[in-house]
Protein backbone atom coordinates (compact mmCIF):
# COMPACT_ATOMS: atom_id res chain seq x y z
CA UNK A 1 0.00 0.00 0.00
CA UNK A 2 1.83 2.82 -1.22
CA UNK A 3 5.01 1.38 0.10
CA UNK A 4 4.00 2.95 3.46
CA UNK A 5 5.86 -0.08 5.08
CA UNK A 6 8.96 0.79 3.55
CA UNK A 7 9.25 4.96 3.82
CA UNK A 8 6.88 5.56 6.59
CA UNK A 9 6.14 8.95 6.81
CA UNK A 10 8.87 9.91 4.82
CA UNK A 11 6.55 12.90 3.35
CA UNK A 12 4.33 13.19 6.13
CA UNK A 13 6.59 16.18 7.37
CA UNK A 14 8.80 16.79 4.39
CA UNK A 15 9.12 19.43 2.36
CA UNK A 16 6.32 18.90 -0.01
CA UNK A 17 4.00 19.66 3.08
CA UNK A 18 6.50 22.58 4.54
CA UNK A 19 4.16 25.15 6.26
CA UNK A 20 0.52 23.54 5.39
CA UNK A 21 0.50 23.27 9.44
CA UNK A 22 -0.82 26.73 10.24
CA UNK A 23 -3.69 26.03 8.08
CA UNK A 24 -5.56 24.41 10.82
CA UNK A 25 -3.36 25.37 14.04
CA UNK A 26 -1.17 22.00 14.58
CA UNK A 27 2.46 22.42 14.72
CA UNK A 28 5.07 20.08 13.34
CA UNK A 29 8.14 19.12 15.66
CA UNK A 30 10.32 18.11 12.64
CA UNK A 31 11.30 21.03 10.67
CA UNK A 32 12.86 19.96 6.96
CA UNK A 33 13.67 22.76 4.30
CA UNK A 34 12.96 20.73 1.39
CA UNK A 35 11.80 22.35 -1.72
CA UNK A 36 8.42 21.12 -2.83
CA UNK A 37 9.72 21.79 -6.83
CA UNK A 38 12.98 19.87 -6.22
CA UNK A 39 11.25 17.08 -4.41
CA UNK A 40 8.77 16.54 -7.50
CA UNK A 41 11.68 16.57 -9.92
CA UNK A 42 11.19 12.66 -9.08
CA UNK A 43 8.53 11.10 -11.00
CA UNK A 44 7.64 8.81 -8.40
CA UNK A 45 7.97 11.67 -5.76
CA UNK A 46 3.90 12.15 -6.28
CA UNK A 47 2.79 8.67 -4.78
CA UNK A 48 5.59 9.13 -1.92
CA UNK A 49 3.97 11.85 -1.23
CA UNK A 50 0.30 10.92 -1.44
CA UNK A 51 1.85 7.90 0.98
CA UNK A 52 2.66 11.02 3.50
CA UNK A 53 -1.08 11.53 3.70
CA UNK A 54 -1.85 8.27 4.38
CA UNK A 55 0.64 7.86 6.95
CA UNK A 56 -0.71 10.05 9.53
CA UNK A 57 -3.51 7.69 9.75
CA UNK A 58 -0.83 5.05 11.35
CA UNK A 59 1.81 7.12 12.86
CA UNK A 60 2.61 9.82 14.83
CA UNK A 61 6.45 10.99 14.15
CA UNK A 62 9.00 9.83 11.49
CA UNK A 63 11.88 9.73 14.08
CA UNK A 64 10.70 6.80 16.66
CA UNK A 65 7.72 5.12 17.64
CA UNK A 66 7.74 7.36 21.44
CA UNK A 67 7.87 10.97 18.99
CA UNK A 68 4.91 12.92 17.61
CA UNK A 69 4.91 15.17 14.92
CA UNK A 70 2.38 17.49 16.56
CA UNK A 71 3.86 19.75 19.22
CA UNK A 72 2.18 19.60 22.39
CA UNK A 73 0.87 16.03 21.48
CA UNK A 74 1.54 12.90 22.97
CA UNK A 75 2.47 9.58 21.09
CA UNK A 76 0.13 7.40 22.10
CA UNK A 77 -2.82 9.69 22.47
CA UNK A 78 -2.20 11.51 19.53
CA UNK A 79 -2.26 8.47 17.21
CA UNK A 80 -5.12 8.53 15.14
CA UNK A 81 -6.99 5.08 15.36
CA UNK A 82 -6.08 5.48 19.17
CA UNK A 83 -7.82 8.57 19.87
CA UNK A 84 -11.02 7.44 17.35
CA UNK A 85 -10.92 4.02 19.51
CA UNK A 86 -10.66 6.41 23.14
CA UNK A 87 -13.52 8.05 22.00
CA UNK A 88 -15.56 5.97 20.23
CA UNK A 89 -15.34 3.37 22.58
CA UNK A 90 -13.68 4.10 25.58
CA UNK A 91 -16.87 6.52 26.46
CA UNK A 92 -19.72 3.57 25.87
CA UNK A 93 -20.61 0.64 27.69
CA UNK A 94 -17.67 -1.71 25.58
CA UNK A 95 -14.48 -1.33 27.44
CA UNK A 96 -12.84 0.26 30.98
CA UNK A 97 -9.05 1.82 31.08
CA UNK A 98 -7.34 0.34 34.46
CA UNK A 99 -5.22 3.86 35.01
CA UNK A 100 -7.61 6.23 35.78
CA UNK A 101 -4.75 8.27 36.83
CA UNK A 102 -3.38 9.18 32.81
CA UNK A 103 -4.20 12.33 31.67
CA UNK A 104 -8.05 12.26 30.32
CA UNK A 105 -8.72 8.73 30.78
CA UNK A 106 -11.10 9.15 34.04
CA UNK A 107 -13.03 11.73 32.46
CA UNK A 108 -13.31 10.46 28.92
CA UNK A 109 -14.66 6.97 30.25
CA UNK A 110 -16.95 8.19 32.94
CA UNK A 111 -18.49 10.50 30.66
CA UNK A 112 -17.58 14.25 32.27
CA UNK A 113 -14.84 15.43 30.33
CA UNK A 114 -13.97 19.30 29.65
CA UNK A 115 -12.37 21.17 27.13
CA UNK A 116 -9.01 20.66 28.42
CA UNK A 117 -8.97 16.63 28.08
CA UNK A 118 -5.77 15.85 25.97
CA UNK A 119 -7.83 12.84 24.46
CA UNK A 120 -10.01 15.17 22.80
CA UNK A 121 -7.45 17.47 21.66
CA UNK A 122 -5.70 14.43 20.47
CA UNK A 123 -8.53 13.63 17.91
CA UNK A 124 -9.22 17.34 16.98
CA UNK A 125 -5.36 17.80 16.26
CA UNK A 126 -4.73 14.41 14.71
CA UNK A 127 -7.87 15.05 12.03
CA UNK A 128 -7.52 18.16 11.61
CA UNK A 129 -3.81 17.90 10.50
CA UNK A 130 -5.04 14.74 7.83
CA UNK A 131 -6.91 17.90 6.34
CA UNK A 132 -4.10 19.77 6.17
CA UNK A 133 -1.56 16.84 4.51
CA UNK A 134 -4.43 16.80 2.15
CA UNK A 135 -4.54 20.15 0.84
CA UNK A 136 -1.19 20.61 0.48
CA UNK A 137 -1.19 17.61 -1.24
CA UNK A 138 -3.90 18.68 -3.69
CA UNK A 139 -2.06 22.21 -3.80
CA UNK A 140 0.57 20.63 -5.03
CA UNK A 141 -0.80 18.78 -8.01
CA UNK A 142 -3.14 20.99 -9.58
CA UNK A 143 -3.27 20.63 -13.61
CA UNK A 144 -1.43 24.05 -13.27
CA UNK A 145 1.30 22.73 -11.07
CA UNK A 146 1.72 19.06 -13.28
CA UNK A 147 1.72 21.65 -16.37
CA UNK A 148 4.48 23.77 -15.11
CA UNK A 149 6.99 20.86 -13.96
CA UNK A 150 6.24 19.60 -17.71
CA UNK A 151 4.94 16.38 -16.35
CA UNK A 152 3.48 13.63 -18.66
CA UNK A 153 -0.27 13.13 -20.53
CA UNK A 154 0.18 9.47 -18.70
CA UNK A 155 1.39 10.84 -15.16
CA UNK A 156 -0.89 13.44 -15.34
CA UNK A 157 -4.00 10.95 -15.29
CA UNK A 158 -2.33 9.10 -12.62
CA UNK A 159 -2.17 11.92 -10.35
CA UNK A 160 -5.63 12.84 -11.13
CA UNK A 161 -6.96 9.38 -9.30
CA UNK A 162 -3.74 10.43 -6.69
CA UNK A 163 -5.93 13.43 -5.96
CA UNK A 164 -9.31 11.82 -5.78
CA UNK A 165 -7.92 9.53 -2.85
CA UNK A 166 -6.50 12.69 -0.94
CA UNK A 167 -10.26 14.08 -1.20
CA UNK A 168 -11.44 11.20 0.08
CA UNK A 169 -9.00 10.92 2.92
CA UNK A 170 -9.79 14.26 3.39
CA UNK A 171 -13.49 13.18 3.92
CA UNK A 172 -12.25 11.12 6.07
CA UNK A 173 -11.23 13.48 8.47
CA UNK A 174 -13.78 16.00 8.08
CA UNK A 175 -16.61 12.98 8.82
CA UNK A 176 -14.40 12.07 11.86
CA UNK A 177 -14.96 15.74 13.24
CA UNK A 178 -18.49 15.74 12.09
CA UNK A 179 -19.17 12.92 14.23
CA UNK A 180 -17.67 14.03 17.58
CA UNK A 181 -17.59 17.53 17.04
CA UNK A 182 -20.57 18.46 14.68
CA UNK A 183 -18.01 21.21 13.35
CA UNK A 184 -14.69 21.42 11.48
CA UNK A 185 -11.91 24.27 10.93
CA UNK A 186 -13.06 25.27 6.96
CA UNK A 187 -10.12 25.21 5.05
CA UNK A 188 -9.30 23.61 1.47
CA UNK A 189 -6.42 23.72 -0.91
CA UNK A 190 -7.23 26.52 -2.28
CA UNK A 191 -7.00 28.61 0.91
CA UNK A 192 -3.75 30.56 1.56
CA UNK A 193 -1.06 28.47 3.42
CA UNK A 194 -0.45 29.73 6.76
CA UNK A 195 -3.95 31.86 6.86
CA UNK A 196 -4.93 30.09 10.35
CA UNK A 197 -8.17 32.03 10.96
CA UNK A 198 -10.09 29.91 9.32
CA UNK A 199 -13.84 29.95 9.45
CA UNK A 200 -15.36 26.38 11.15
CA UNK A 201 -18.04 24.25 8.75
CA UNK A 202 -20.89 23.17 10.90
CA UNK A 203 -23.79 20.69 10.79
CA UNK A 204 -26.09 20.38 7.77
CA UNK A 205 -23.14 22.51 5.89
CA UNK A 206 -20.09 20.31 6.70
CA UNK A 207 -22.41 17.11 6.36
CA UNK A 208 -22.67 18.59 2.63
CA UNK A 209 -19.12 19.10 1.95
CA UNK A 210 -18.38 15.86 2.44
CA UNK A 211 -21.17 14.74 0.95
CA UNK A 212 -20.72 16.54 -2.65
CA UNK A 213 -16.76 15.56 -1.57
CA UNK A 214 -17.23 12.10 -1.85
CA UNK A 215 -19.51 12.00 -5.01
CA UNK A 216 -16.97 14.19 -6.74
CA UNK A 217 -14.27 11.96 -6.25
CA UNK A 218 -16.14 8.20 -7.15
CA UNK A 219 -15.28 8.83 -10.49
CA UNK A 220 -11.71 8.87 -10.61
CA UNK A 221 -11.11 6.51 -8.16
CA UNK A 222 -10.45 3.01 -9.01
CA UNK A 223 -12.93 0.70 -8.74
CA UNK A 224 -13.56 -1.54 -5.51
CA UNK A 225 -11.17 -4.06 -4.64
CA UNK A 226 -9.16 -2.93 -7.84
CA UNK A 227 -6.60 -0.53 -6.08
CA UNK A 228 -3.46 -1.61 -3.98
CA UNK A 229 -3.62 -2.90 -0.53
CA UNK A 230 -5.17 0.04 2.09
CA UNK A 231 -5.83 2.26 -0.76
CA UNK A 232 -8.75 4.42 -1.23
CA UNK A 233 -10.97 2.90 -3.86
CA UNK A 234 -14.42 3.22 -5.38
CA UNK A 235 -15.40 0.90 -1.75
CA UNK A 236 -13.98 3.21 0.68
CA UNK A 237 -15.64 6.02 -0.55
CA UNK A 238 -19.07 3.89 -0.75
CA UNK A 239 -18.71 2.67 2.50
CA UNK A 240 -18.05 6.87 3.76
CA UNK A 241 -21.11 8.19 1.61
CA UNK A 242 -23.29 4.97 3.42
CA UNK A 243 -22.02 5.68 7.08
CA UNK A 244 -23.03 9.39 6.56
CA UNK A 245 -26.49 8.49 4.84
CA UNK A 246 -27.48 6.54 8.18
CA UNK A 247 -26.19 9.14 10.89
CA UNK A 248 -27.68 11.92 8.61
CA UNK A 249 -30.81 12.28 10.90
CA UNK A 250 -28.02 12.77 14.20
CA UNK A 251 -26.17 14.99 11.94
CA UNK A 252 -28.67 17.10 10.00
CA UNK A 253 -32.07 16.37 11.28
CA UNK A 254 -33.10 15.13 7.76
CA UNK A 255 -33.30 11.28 7.34
CA UNK A 256 -31.22 9.88 4.26
CA UNK A 257 -32.01 5.94 5.21
CA UNK A 258 -33.22 5.46 1.35
CA UNK A 259 -29.78 6.80 0.31
CA UNK A 260 -28.06 4.93 2.47
CA UNK A 261 -30.04 1.42 1.27
CA UNK A 262 -28.95 2.62 -2.32
CA UNK A 263 -25.40 2.89 -1.35
CA UNK A 264 -25.22 -0.36 0.75
CA UNK A 265 -26.50 -2.18 -2.75
CA UNK A 266 -23.53 -1.15 -4.67
CA UNK A 267 -21.15 -2.18 -1.96
CA UNK A 268 -23.35 -5.47 -1.89
CA UNK A 269 -22.58 -5.96 -5.45
CA UNK A 270 -19.06 -4.40 -5.67
CA UNK A 271 -17.20 -8.34 -4.62
CA UNK A 272 -16.65 -7.81 -1.63
CA UNK A 273 -17.43 -11.52 0.85
CA UNK A 274 -16.96 -12.41 4.88
CA UNK A 275 -13.88 -14.39 5.31
CA UNK A 276 -14.69 -17.82 6.82
CA UNK A 277 -13.04 -17.46 9.68
CA UNK A 278 -14.23 -13.97 12.27
CA UNK A 279 -11.17 -13.86 13.55
CA UNK A 280 -9.09 -13.86 10.45
CA UNK A 281 -10.33 -10.46 10.37
CA UNK A 282 -8.42 -8.95 13.54
CA UNK A 283 -4.93 -11.09 13.20
CA UNK A 284 -1.47 -10.22 11.82
CA UNK A 285 -1.92 -11.60 8.24
CA UNK A 286 -5.43 -9.94 7.70
CA UNK A 287 -3.86 -8.29 4.60
CA UNK A 288 -3.33 -12.12 3.39
CA UNK A 289 -5.74 -14.45 5.11
CA UNK A 290 -9.01 -13.95 3.59
CA UNK A 291 -9.68 -11.07 6.01
CA UNK A 292 -8.40 -8.37 2.82
CA UNK A 293 -12.15 -9.57 1.16
CA UNK A 294 -14.21 -8.13 3.86
CA UNK A 295 -12.44 -5.08 4.95
CA UNK A 296 -13.02 -2.18 3.01
CA UNK A 297 -10.05 0.13 4.41
CA UNK A 298 -7.60 -1.05 6.94
CA UNK A 299 -4.94 0.95 8.29
CA UNK A 300 -1.96 -0.54 7.91
CA UNK A 301 0.44 -1.30 11.07
CA UNK A 302 3.70 -2.98 10.75
CA UNK A 303 5.90 -4.15 13.95
CA UNK A 304 9.04 -3.25 11.94
CA UNK A 305 8.31 0.03 10.05
CA UNK A 306 5.74 1.24 11.60
CA UNK A 307 5.92 1.36 14.77
CA UNK A 308 3.19 3.35 16.84
CA UNK A 309 1.75 2.84 20.27
CA UNK A 310 -1.35 3.62 18.88
CA UNK A 311 -3.46 1.32 16.41
CA UNK A 312 -3.46 -2.21 17.29
CA UNK A 313 -0.35 -2.47 19.21
CA UNK A 314 -2.56 -0.29 22.20
CA UNK A 315 -5.60 -2.81 21.68
CA UNK A 316 -3.82 -6.25 21.48
CA UNK A 317 -1.37 -5.04 24.66
CA UNK A 318 -4.00 -3.66 26.34
CA UNK A 319 -6.08 -6.80 26.07
CA UNK A 320 -3.34 -8.88 27.77
CA UNK A 321 -4.86 -9.76 31.72
CA UNK A 322 -2.98 -9.44 34.55
CA UNK A 323 -2.87 -11.98 36.70
CA UNK A 324 -3.20 -14.32 33.57
CA UNK A 325 -0.09 -12.64 31.71
CA UNK A 326 -1.75 -14.02 28.57
CA UNK A 327 0.43 -12.42 25.94
CA UNK A 328 1.99 -15.29 24.66
CA UNK A 329 -1.29 -16.18 22.84
CA UNK A 330 -2.26 -13.01 21.91
CA UNK A 331 1.68 -12.54 19.73
CA UNK A 332 2.97 -10.37 22.49
CA UNK A 333 5.21 -10.17 25.63
CA UNK A 334 3.48 -12.22 28.13
CA UNK A 335 2.40 -9.36 30.42
CA UNK A 336 1.66 -6.83 27.83
CA UNK A 337 0.63 -3.44 28.89
CA UNK A 338 0.03 -4.63 32.50
CA UNK A 339 -3.87 -5.55 32.52
CA UNK A 340 -4.62 -1.77 30.34
CA UNK A 341 -8.37 -2.67 29.19
CA UNK A 342 -11.36 -5.14 30.26
CA UNK A 343 -14.71 -4.89 29.23
CA UNK A 344 -17.54 -3.52 31.31
CA UNK A 345 -20.59 -6.26 32.42
CA UNK A 346 -23.22 -4.59 30.10
CA UNK A 347 -20.94 -5.76 27.49
CA UNK A 348 -20.08 -9.17 28.67
CA UNK A 349 -23.87 -9.84 29.26
CA UNK A 350 -24.35 -9.43 25.40
CA UNK A 351 -22.28 -12.93 25.26
CA UNK A 352 -23.60 -14.23 28.61
CA UNK A 353 -27.04 -13.26 29.68
CA UNK A 354 -28.07 -16.26 26.98
CA UNK A 355 -26.18 -19.58 26.93
CA UNK A 356 -26.35 -19.66 23.09
CA UNK A 357 -23.70 -17.00 22.76
CA UNK A 358 -21.62 -19.73 24.38
CA UNK A 359 -20.86 -20.72 20.91
CA UNK A 360 -20.49 -17.29 18.85
CA UNK A 361 -16.93 -17.23 17.36
CA UNK A 362 -17.23 -13.56 18.15
CA UNK A 363 -17.12 -14.26 22.32
CA UNK A 364 -14.12 -14.06 22.90
CA UNK A 365 -14.52 -13.56 26.47
CA UNK A 366 -12.09 -14.56 28.75
CA UNK A 367 -14.22 -15.17 32.03
CA UNK A 368 -12.24 -17.97 34.18
CA UNK A 369 -11.57 -16.72 37.74
CA UNK A 370 -12.90 -13.06 36.99
CA UNK A 371 -16.08 -11.21 38.26
CA UNK A 372 -17.82 -9.65 36.01
CA UNK A 373 -18.69 -6.52 37.91
CA UNK A 374 -16.07 -4.04 37.98
CA UNK A 375 -16.78 -2.37 41.80
CA UNK A 376 -12.73 -0.92 41.52
CA UNK A 377 -11.87 0.26 38.48
CA UNK A 378 -7.56 -0.10 39.26
CA UNK A 379 -8.39 -4.00 40.12
CA UNK A 380 -7.05 -5.66 36.82
CA UNK A 381 -8.52 -9.04 38.42
CA UNK A 382 -12.30 -7.52 38.04
CA UNK A 383 -14.22 -7.71 35.13
CA UNK A 384 -13.88 -9.94 32.36
CA UNK A 385 -11.16 -9.87 29.42
CA UNK A 386 -11.39 -10.15 25.57
CA UNK A 387 -8.95 -11.85 22.96
CA UNK A 388 -10.76 -10.55 19.59
CA UNK A 389 -7.54 -8.70 18.24
CA UNK A 390 -4.34 -10.81 18.25
CA UNK A 391 -0.68 -10.56 16.92
CA UNK A 392 -0.81 -13.94 15.86
CA UNK A 393 -1.86 -15.24 12.54
CA UNK A 394 -3.81 -17.82 10.95
CA UNK A 395 -1.33 -20.39 10.62
CA UNK A 396 -0.28 -19.43 14.27
CA UNK A 397 2.66 -18.03 13.70
CA UNK A 398 3.65 -14.63 15.45
CA UNK A 399 3.76 -10.65 14.02
CA UNK A 400 7.35 -9.40 13.21
CA UNK A 401 7.83 -7.99 16.21
CA UNK A 402 6.43 -8.80 20.20
CA UNK A 403 5.75 -4.78 21.09
CA UNK A 404 4.38 -3.27 17.90
CA UNK A 405 1.64 -5.28 15.74
CA UNK A 406 1.10 -6.29 12.57
CA UNK A 407 -2.41 -6.95 12.80
CA UNK A 408 -4.14 -3.90 10.43
CA UNK A 409 -6.15 -2.20 12.09
CA UNK A 410 -10.24 -2.43 9.96
CA UNK A 411 -11.51 0.64 9.77
CA UNK A 412 -14.60 -0.21 7.72
CA UNK A 413 -15.92 -3.80 7.04
CA UNK A 414 -17.95 -5.28 4.69
CA UNK A 415 -19.85 -6.92 7.59
CA UNK A 416 -21.01 -3.18 8.60
CA UNK A 417 -22.57 -2.81 5.12
CA UNK A 418 -24.76 -5.73 5.31
CA UNK A 419 -25.48 -4.77 9.15
CA UNK A 420 -26.73 -0.52 7.90
CA UNK A 421 -28.51 -2.56 5.25
CA UNK A 422 -30.66 -4.39 7.72
CA UNK A 423 -30.96 -0.96 9.90
CA UNK A 424 -32.26 1.62 7.16
CA UNK A 425 -34.23 -0.79 6.03
CA UNK A 426 -36.08 -1.31 9.23
CA UNK A 427 -35.97 2.45 9.36
CA UNK A 428 -37.90 2.83 6.70
CA UNK A 429 -35.22 2.74 3.68
CA UNK A 430 -37.52 0.82 0.88
CA UNK A 431 -34.81 -1.97 1.20
CA UNK A 432 -36.11 -5.73 1.54
CA UNK A 433 -36.59 -6.88 4.74
CA UNK A 434 -36.23 -10.64 3.50
CA UNK A 435 -32.61 -9.91 2.44
CA UNK A 436 -32.35 -7.73 5.75
CA UNK A 437 -32.59 -11.11 7.54
CA UNK A 438 -30.22 -12.75 4.95
CA UNK A 439 -27.64 -10.77 5.12
CA UNK A 440 -28.17 -10.68 9.31
CA UNK A 441 -28.10 -14.44 9.45
CA UNK A 442 -25.13 -14.63 7.41
CA UNK A 443 -23.35 -12.50 9.99
CA UNK A 444 -24.85 -15.30 12.42
CA UNK A 445 -24.16 -18.46 10.32
CA UNK A 446 -20.33 -17.38 10.53
CA UNK A 447 -20.32 -16.42 13.83
CA UNK A 448 -21.41 -20.32 14.70
CA UNK A 449 -20.67 -21.96 12.17
CA UNK A 450 -24.07 -23.02 11.31
CA UNK A 451 -27.90 -22.29 11.08
CA UNK A 452 -28.36 -22.91 15.05
CA UNK A 453 -27.92 -18.90 15.89
CA UNK A 454 -30.17 -17.72 13.04
CA UNK A 455 -33.00 -15.54 13.92
CA UNK A 456 -36.77 -14.91 12.11
CA UNK A 457 -37.94 -11.72 10.62
CA UNK A 458 -40.16 -11.28 13.76
CA UNK A 459 -36.73 -11.58 15.80
CA UNK A 460 -35.27 -8.60 13.66
CA UNK A 461 -35.84 -5.39 15.66
CA UNK A 462 -34.12 -2.31 15.74
CA UNK A 463 -33.35 -3.17 19.64
CA UNK A 464 -31.72 -6.64 18.18
CA UNK A 465 -29.45 -4.60 15.33
CA UNK A 466 -28.42 -2.26 18.47
CA UNK A 467 -27.26 -5.15 20.67
CA UNK A 468 -25.82 -7.05 17.18
CA UNK A 469 -24.00 -4.29 15.87
CA UNK A 470 -21.98 -4.62 19.35
CA UNK A 471 -21.54 -7.82 18.97
CA UNK A 472 -20.05 -8.01 15.64
CA UNK A 473 -18.55 -4.80 15.68
CA UNK A 474 -16.61 -3.90 19.15
CA UNK A 475 -14.04 -1.74 19.77
CA UNK A 476 -14.06 -0.88 16.07
CA UNK A 477 -14.70 2.64 16.64
CA UNK A 478 -18.41 2.38 15.72
CA UNK A 479 -20.68 1.88 19.05
CA UNK A 480 -20.40 5.62 20.37
CA UNK A 481 -22.16 6.53 17.37
CA UNK A 482 -24.36 3.93 17.29
CA UNK A 483 -25.79 4.85 20.78
CA UNK A 484 -26.60 7.94 20.32
CA UNK A 485 -28.02 7.08 16.66
CA UNK A 486 -30.86 4.74 18.69
CA UNK A 487 -31.03 7.30 21.06
CA UNK A 488 -29.86 6.15 24.35
CA UNK A 489 -26.19 7.39 25.00
CA UNK A 490 -26.99 10.51 26.63
CA UNK A 491 -30.19 10.44 29.13
CA UNK A 492 -31.05 7.51 31.52
CA UNK A 493 -33.06 5.09 29.31
CA UNK A 494 -29.47 2.99 29.32
CA UNK A 495 -27.63 2.99 32.29
CA UNK A 496 -24.16 0.97 31.55
CA UNK A 497 -21.40 0.58 34.46
CA UNK A 498 -19.81 4.02 35.07
CA UNK A 499 -21.32 5.79 32.68
CA UNK A 500 -21.54 9.58 34.37
CA UNK A 501 -19.58 8.55 36.93
CA UNK A 502 -20.90 5.98 39.82
CA UNK A 503 -21.14 2.27 39.38
CA UNK A 504 -23.89 2.20 38.45
CA UNK A 505 -24.22 4.89 36.06
CA UNK A 506 -26.17 7.65 35.52
CA UNK A 507 -27.89 10.04 33.11
CA UNK A 508 -25.73 12.52 31.32
CA UNK A 509 -26.62 15.47 29.44
CA UNK A 510 -27.45 15.62 25.99
CA UNK A 511 -24.84 18.00 25.18
CA UNK A 512 -22.47 15.13 25.90
CA UNK A 513 -23.69 14.05 22.40
CA UNK A 514 -20.64 16.07 21.02
CA UNK A 515 -17.23 16.35 22.34
CA UNK A 516 -16.21 20.45 23.22
CA UNK A 517 -13.68 21.89 21.26
CA UNK A 518 -10.07 21.70 22.43
CA UNK A 519 -9.49 24.88 24.34
CA UNK A 520 -5.97 24.94 22.67
CA UNK A 521 -7.94 25.10 19.63
CA UNK A 522 -10.25 27.91 20.47
CA UNK A 523 -7.39 30.15 21.46
CA UNK A 524 -5.28 29.84 18.49
CA UNK A 525 -8.71 30.30 16.23
CA UNK A 526 -10.98 32.78 17.01
CA UNK A 527 -13.68 31.62 14.49
CA UNK A 528 -14.26 28.61 16.28
CA UNK A 529 -16.75 28.43 18.43
CA UNK A 530 -17.43 26.48 21.52
CA UNK A 531 -20.18 23.46 21.57
CA UNK A 532 -23.27 24.34 24.07
CA UNK A 533 -22.55 22.69 27.08
CA UNK A 534 -19.22 23.40 27.42
Not at 421 to 437: F, V
Amino acid sequence: MLQLRTFALMLLLGGVFIACESDLDVTPEDDDELLADGFFENEGAYKQALAGVYANLSLTSINDPGGSNIAGLDAGTGQYIRGLFNLQNLSTDEVIWTYENDPGLRGMQRNSWSSDNPLILGVFARASYEIALANEFLRQTTPEALSGRGESTELVATVQTYRAEARVLRALANYHLLDMFGKAPSVTENDAVGFDQVPEIVGADLFNYIETELTAALPDLIAARQNEYARVDQGVANMLLAKLYLNAEVYTGTPRYADCVSVCETLISSGYSLTSNYLFNFMADNDTNGAQNEIIFPIANDGTNTQNYGGTTIIIQGEVGVPENNGESLGVNATGFGGLFRVRPDFSRLFTANPIYQNDARNTLITADRTMEIDNVGNTAQGYLITKFSNRTSTGGFGSDRTFTDTDYPLFRYADVLLMYAEATLRGGGGSTALALEYVNDLRERAFGNTSGNITQAQLTLDFLLDERSRELYWESHRRQDLIRFGVYTGSDYLWSYKGGPQAGTSIPEFRKLFPIPNQSLSSNANLTQNAGY
